[in-house]
């Protein structure tokens, strides 16, 4: 069936109707278009071309097909797209009658007002698993709460961290791409239906009252745009390479951190792999996938963006291509934040070789020159004292710990037992007091400040999802 055909002589090419088809990909927006069809319905009912009885009987052949929708091959069918599949579906129901659904309507708006219902519910998903995966996180923190890393910078040790700072770090992040999926869904929440076309509905509609019936906190503000407008998917896409940007962040880290060389942790078998040929091997997989699937995330934004520029207003069939990135970076970044989090939760610290490399890797230098600096020398001075400690540590084969009081103030006299202490990275990420540093009662500070927080954006997607559905 079409929804259009009464000015041609003959029908479109059966290449070009299998390359213009969408219903393999837009049945997707089946709910969404039967439940913003239900709307309309009541709409039409309010401008007079739907009597009540009519839109009751349209309405409950609507609900019947929602029920039915979950029955295997239901969506086998050669229909152009979504909405007409719908149409016919309707027709199949109450006959002649679905004939008026469509009095006053556009797909242009119509894909549009669907998409944004879709993209709600997205958006929703992952937040969910921002928040599944922010208290795995934070669980992770609480537990090894005293366990030390060795913070890089360059990908050489640094200074000494508390392992939950370093977990912490990632919760920030995943933090902003929360908030980010929230401007999304803010830029989202608009209704398109009753725009028509382009130049806004021939039907004086109660536009308030159908965003109303859906769950919108606004209706458009220009028909034109309103068709055309694809900021909202771009939003989405944007907000979801970003975190899966900060997830691929992390799975380097672990992929790195959990390899022979570092051996500063072990991810759990549920997400690792072995082997074909070589029987030792167990291989991170679910991260080094995450790490690729950001790539192809990143993907579909840039794709977008290219549909999108220097398109004429206002609906052009370009807009088609909007979906499928958007549905497939919506799967890919809740499933890749889903597996983030089972590789955090199945995680296994060795504590030992991440103390040993601190310690081996002079973390605690920094801490050394600043006690230097404390005691009033100059902290360019300070700088290169330490700097010859470490030297001469490297030319003796001295671990940071083997020198002795003695031999320190041979370096400078102002050294004293503190310099000792200081030598331990464990002591060391004391000196870090700072509001944001490493010290671990600021660590603890910060590690509940973030169930807080945490609990309360749950609280905020509960209670905005009640309002939206
Ligand atoms: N399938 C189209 C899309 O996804 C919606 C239909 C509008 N088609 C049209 N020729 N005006 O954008």
Same mark, same amino acid.
């Given at each position: 069936m079409k929804l259009w055909g009464g000015r041609f002589e003959t029908g479109p090419a059966e290449l070009f109707e299998r390359y213009s088809g969408s219903l393999d990909f837009d049945r997707k927006l089946f709910e969404a278009d039967v439940v913003g069809s239900k709307a309309?319905?009541?709409?039409?009912?309010?401008?007079?071309?739907?009597?009540?009885?009519e839109r009751?009987?349209?309405?409950?052949?609507?609900?019947?097909?929602?029920?039915?929708?979950?029955?295997?091959? &239901? @969506?086998?069918?050669?229909?152009? $797209?979504? %909405?007409?599949?719908?149409?016919?579906?309707?027709?199949?129901? /109450?006959?002649?009658?679905?004939?008026?659904?469509?009095?006053?309507?556009?797909?242009?708006?119509?894909?549009?007002?669907?998409?944004?219902?879709?993209?709600?519910?997205?958006?929703?998903?992952v937040q969910a698993q921002l928040e599944a995966l922010m208290n795995s996180l934070l669980r992770l923190a609480e537990r090894e709460s005293d366990a030390l890393l060795p913070g890089y910078t360059h990908l050489r040790r640094a200074q000494a961290v508390l392992f939950g700072h370093?977990?912490?770090? &990632? @919760?920030?992040?995943?933090?902003? $791409?929360? %908030?980010?999926?929230?401007?999304?869904?803010?830029?989202?929440? /608009?209704l398109p239906l009753g725009s028509g076309a382009l130049a806004g509905s021939g039907f004086a509609f109660d536009r308030g009252a159908m965003a109303a019936d859906l769950g919108f906190a606004a209706i458009s503000a220009n028909?034109?745009?309103?068709?055309?407008?694809?900021?909202?998917?771009?939003?989405?896409?944007?907000?979801?390479?970003?975190?899966?940007?900060?997830?691929?962040?992390?799975?380097?880290?672990?992929?790195?951190?959990?390899?022979?060389?570092?051996?500063?942790?072990?991810?759990?078998?549920?997400?690792?792999?072995?082997?074909?040929?070589?029987?030792?091997?167990?291989?991170?997989?679910?991260?080094?996938?995450?790490?690729g699937k950001a790539g192809r995330v990143c993907g579909s934004l840039q794709a977008l963006m290219m549909t999108l520029k220097g398109l004429p207003l206002a609906y052009n069939r370009d807009l088609q291509e909007d979906k499928e990135g958007v549905f497939d970076s919506a799967a890919q970044v809740t499933d890749s934040l889903a597996i983030l989090a089972l590789c955090v939760d199945s995680a296994e610290l060795k504590r030992p070789a991440m103390e040993q490399a601190a310690e081996e890797g002079w973390v605690s230098a920094t801490a050394l020159a600043e006690i230097l600096a404390r005691k009033g020398i100059a902290f360019h001075r300070a700088h290169q004292i330490v700097g010859g400690i470490v030297l001469a540590s490297v030319q003796q084969g001295k671990r940071p710990t083997e020198w002795t009081m003695d031999e320190l103030r041979g370096f400078a006299p102002e050294l004293d037992e503190s310099a000792l202490a200081a030598l331990v990275p464990s002591?060391?990420?004391?000196?870090?007091?700072?509001?944001?540093?490493?010290?671990?009662?600021?660590?603890?500070?910060?590690?509940?400040?973030?169930?807080?927080?945490?609990?309360?954006?749950?609280?905020?997607s509960a209670s905005e999802g009640a309002r939206t559905t």
């Open positions: 309309f319905a009541n709409a039409l009912c309010g401008v007079g071309i739907l009597t009540a009885a009751d009987k349209i309405n409950a052949a609507f609900d019947g097909m929602l029920a039915e929708a979950g029955a295997p091959g &239901y @969506f086998d069918a050669d229909d152009e $797209d979504i %909405h007409t599949f719908v149409i016919r579906k309707l027709g199949e129901e /109450v006959g002649e009658l679905a004939e008026k659904i469509h009095t006053g309507r556009s797909r242009n708006e119509q894909v549009a007002t669907d998409f944004r219902l879709w993209m709600k519910a997205a958006i929703r998903r370093y977990l912490l770090a &990632y @919760f920030e992040m995943f933090v902003r $791409d929360w %908030h980010r999926m929230q401007q999304a869904y803010n830029r989202t929440d /608009v028909s034109l745009d309103a068709v055309s407008d694809r900021d909202f998917a771009l939003d989405f896409l944007y907000a979801a390479s970003v975190a899966m940007l900060h997830a691929s962040r992390l799975a380097e880290d672990w992929i790195l951190y959990s390899s022979e060389e570092f051996g500063f942790l072990e991810i759990g078998d549920e997400v690792t792999t072995g082997s074909s040929l070589m029987p030792q091997k167990r291989n991170p997989d679910a991260l080094e996938l995450l790490r002591n060391a990420l004391e000196n870090h007091q700072v509001p944001g540093g490493t010290a671990t009662d600021r660590v603890r500070e910060a590690s509940a400040a973030a169930r807080a927080r945490l609990a309360g954006l749950a609280r905020m």
